[in-house]
């Protein structure tokens, strides 16, 4: 089992690069030096287990799937929309399945399964971590609005477009009215 | 409901902070710009399931845990080492009450469950949390000294004393004896 | 005495992390990579000169009482105002004993001194040093308001209640009616 | 008297600029984001007052005249050493008469006095503030280098040479042979 | 020959120094960590081509005399304006013979021939170039400004002033009236 | 004509992106704040035309090639090494041809023809362009190794294959084994 341990920290160093790796589309909104992956990561399963709570779903689950939603960005970095003319996105299944090969198959096959449920977009957990995924965004850009980034209409526009639960519509809707300061007056 | 909507709303801009707040013992290691409490909490989580799968516990669950278990940082910021002396350390979840006053039933349940099981250490899930929120930092502590910074020791060797379990011992010293890299070279 | 010489060293070097440490409540504000406490430090003492200076204080003196308000935070960081409903405020004079046990007298009396004066209110120099540190925090809100972060008000209206001195006052009002830039214009 | 108060406003924001230029000698040492000139001026002068306290000197205004050493580079930066083949350094007392020119007379006739007093280098209190000067640029060499900085050996060494006080050599050969991070383990 | 690879390396380690320092004039405006003066010369070159080409200029000797006309600020820095009033402007043709001394002839009198031709003024692409240098700035300032910069107007004026050609009149005027990401749109 | 600038000024917009977006290798090495692909970008070009003025081809023309090597980037992002298994490489003149649709024609042709050469690595200017980026990673790596970055040895490795020209491999050879400070000691 020497062996698996080296597999198991072998994966969290790569996972660790999603720490330092930017989110690119804050780039193109003007912002110098945006939020890492990890960043926009932890707040997205937070925001997946509270949809998944109000929706009736598992709510660990959803955050389960939340954690592992951007985690192929070790190996292709974070790929701007822009991109999306000029190369076919990469499977996250594959990347998967080659960043999982040396750990044990306890872990194998648990991350592997989150990813594949999370890309299939069939389980109620799987759209609440959708959902959040976008929620954040949503989120982020009023926080760089707030901080006086001018141009984050297009991502708040494409963050309320499409969400699959009625609870996101709501947080939504209730997030681009609010000041991201408000919790702090209570 | 809109209520609830903007409840969900304002703890989830709260809890946004941890992108920003930075771990407040690396600057005493000598970083000069080091991770946020997010960053430090993706890997923290994703490191609780996967010692909880070979561990034989709940995966999800102990992700879960981990992902709140500094989100009361928001309030207090990130105390150093060195403040136990001079404060008596606040009590997480009276914080964890406060910040989830605002939640529909089923969040707040949710967030204060998850934040009284990891800090009464009871259960197995809580338990390879806590570890990982130790390994996480020692992953980090050897990145930190791959990066260049001379005095990680005394982190390593805090990160690695009274680990629960023993997937948690076997990855601590897989990952001090390896580089951070070697994932590249598969 | 190369013992002294020692101690003075190790003092020095624990006051280099106020170099590092973020003034924690610009996080709150929104802004992502805020000033350090000596970014603070340096101009609540010059302002707590030029107030000193018109008050018909010591300036010398009231520049050197603000030049340690803050020399704490290397142990305890820069508590955020929401932290002080969960922790009793650690005593800044318990803290320097502790950071200036290693130092020769002359110099362990000179720092605990002025911290006792500044923590007293009781002199005209320390008051001035108080309506410093209140001031560099206006005028830096000021800054960031300038640099398009937008809730800012929370943070110049606290800093300009309860100030001691009709100086301080009267630059605090010229202050939020005026560009940061004015005087590249003369 | 508003006038005077919008003087010392104006001239106060002029001071903030100093948070934000960088000391430009470190990006020589390869240093990518460097230490502000407040963050050096903070800390030199409170070593001036360590320093002069050793020495017999008036503390308070040892340190008073570090807090003004370097506050010309607003106007003009801070000039590399590699710059000295190719200009004129430029006059301080100039540039200070320029500055406080808005200043009320107290104000405007302390800020001066100080940079003449300072750049004359017949008082002791002048030359604890210069060997201050020097001092942080010592232990901040140190601290990079303990951050992983290869090439700190030109800056340590040119620190040592020319100090004025015993107390200085004293605390810069302390300094030089040992860890920044010894008062950690007290 | 082995001389001369080391001369050629030295220079290219000299030139890197253009990615760490900072452009001066922004932090006056308010922008706590601006572009490099690698970052400024990168589309200075490229805006000199375009601009050549329109006005039926050499586009690559534009973009070449632009590629060197802050490579001197490896010596000075980047002078503020605010300097101009202290100190003598040091002259870039005695710095380029400096630092290209240990060159081989031809890279030598390469890029001092380029600096002569972009400091006289007298050919259409050293015009061309010279203009390039004001308009990225103009363009960086709306930048910064859309980032949330409240006072680039001083700026942007200056760019505007005294441009050569009626190409980057035109682009001027074209800049100033639009959105940086209305390349997205397309 | 108005239009043309418009198209001018709005391709200028996108080239401004390259400052902002980070070199990705350089996080997988480990260095959490690296330089923009405008920093890589600036030098490489000057390399290029060093090069190329030994190798008795056209400096202007090799500089200019290099300086739209990697300008396809604002759509893409840096991809990185890893990236390459999982996605087919874009192709840079489809993006570049995009990208010049709004420029006046001479513009236009400016920019795709330089990307068409460069890409074609048949000319020796061409070749000396790719050179050039080679060159400055190694440069750049050897600089990251000079600040503490342990694990710089693969991008060193691999900038020295298969250069095309006899400069570059002895500036690759005299970098190596050189400190990039020595230019500061003549």
Redesign the interface.
Known sequence: ??E???G???????????????R?GW???????P??I??H???A???A??IA??EGA????A??LA??HD?QE???????H??T???????PR??TV??T????W??RE??RGAVDEYESRQTLEARCAKDADK??ML??AV?Y???????TD?WIDSARKDLYTE?SR??A???VN???????D?
Not at 58 to 61: K, L, V
């Open positions: 089992m020497p698996d341990a080296e198991l920290a072998e994966f969290a160093y790569e996972l660790g690069l999603l720490k330092r790796v930017r690119s780039w193109h909104a003007g912002v110098s030096d939020e890492s990890a960043d990561t932890m707040r399963a937070q925001l287990a509270l709570a109000e598992d709510p660990a689950r955050a389960f954690l592992w985690s070790t190996r292709t970095g974070d790929l701007p822009t991109a003319a000029y190369l076919a996105k990469p499977d594959q990347i080659d960043q090969q040396g750990l044990p306890r872990s648990l991350v929620l954040d989120l982020q926080e609005r707030d901080a006086g980034v001018q141009r297009g609870t709501r947080i809707e209730a997030a609010m000041s991201p300061l408000s919790w702090r209570r």
